[in-house]
């Protein structure tokens, strides 16, 4: 097992330092790759300074061939298990230990009279490792994560051992929403592939690329400890989509591949409330 992170970097975060910290930070090291399709002199000094590898997509930006490349460039340098970091996101120290026991273990994490018990199998058939995660601020502050419960409560099949290696448990979890926060996943590109997203969303390429991975042998293990921050801030491309009008089209269509038309606008309408949440969080 090779596992690198991978930080998919764009124009000039201000938090891309803190993420880089955060990686290097790790008990159990993986190796660290910048990819961007905007170099600029800011991330090469930013690399130089922390002797990372840099790659260059030319091209126009997209999120799907921007994530593709850092998945086909860790694989092209031996990878067999990525992680696309996400440059305004923060890792707690234990993320690639755990994670990658996860994997090599088909452990499983739940929380039991106040502390966390990992059970371990010997599955070894797993296709996607997430985590819960917890939302900060500009200032790293906590705030208030009711999105991310809403997440955990959609996606209690991934914590149960006879549904998340089935089609039917997996897509469970993402029938009703986007429960897996995205800057938490490891592919195993063994069972996933190199060229995980196929399709040109902006606020559900993940949740997209998840649905067509469900259809595929693997588990989807989730390690129900917040192990990543997710930072929320108007720059961000969540944000964006979200001012833009993207985000309530992209879900309509999500839910239609589960539930068919007259049922997705059902659900569209209950679920597009959750946007609220987000901004909810932003505030506080």
């Not at 260059?56 to 340098?77: M, P, Q, Y």
């Not at 089935?166 to 996933?192: D, E, I, Q």
Request: aromatic share 10%.
């Amino acid at each position: 097992m090779k596992h690198i992170f991978v930080i998919s970097a764009y124009g000039e975060s201000p938090y891309l330092e803190d993420c880089l910290r955060s990686l290097l930070a790790q008990s159990d090291r993986s190796d660290i790759f910048v990819c961007t399709s905007t170099p600029s002199p800011y991330l090469h000094a930013i690399t130089e300074k922390y002797d990372l590898p840099y790659y260059i997509r030319n091209g126009v930006s997209s999120l799907k061939d921007d994530w593709n490349f850092c998945v086909e460039t860790a694989s092209a340098h031996g990878a067999t298990h990525v992680t696309i970091a996400h440059q305004d996101d923060v890792y707690d120290p234990d993320f690639a230990r755990k994670v990658k026991e996860a994997f090599s273990k088909g452990s499983q994490t739940h929380k039991k009279n106040g502390r966390y018990v990992t059970l371990f199998d010997d599955s070894g058939d797993t296709a996607v490792v997430c985590t819960r995660a917890r939302n900060i601020n500009a200032l790293d502050e906590e705030i208030n994560g009711g999105a991310e419960k809403v997440k955990r409560l959609l996606r209690w099949p991934l914590s149960v051992e006879r549904l998340n290696g089935t089609r039917f448990g997996k897509r469970l979890a993402l029938s009703l929403g986007n429960s897996v926060p995205c800057p938490t996943c490891t592919y195993n590109l063994n069972l996933c592939g190199s060229r995980i997203f196929r399709n040109d969303y902006r606020f559900v390429i993940d949740w997209a690329a998840l649905e067509e991975l469900s259809e595929k042998p693997g588990r989807f293990v989730c390690i129900e400890e917040p192990l990543v921050s997710i930072r929320i801030h108007d720059g961000a491309e969540t944000a964006r989509t979200m001012r833009e009008g993207i985000r309530e089209g992209e879900e309509a269509e999500m839910f239609r591949r589960f539930h068919g038309r007259p049922a997705s606008k059902l659900l569209g309408f209950f679920y597009k409330n959750a946007g609220g949440v987000y901004k909810k969080d932003k505030e506080e």
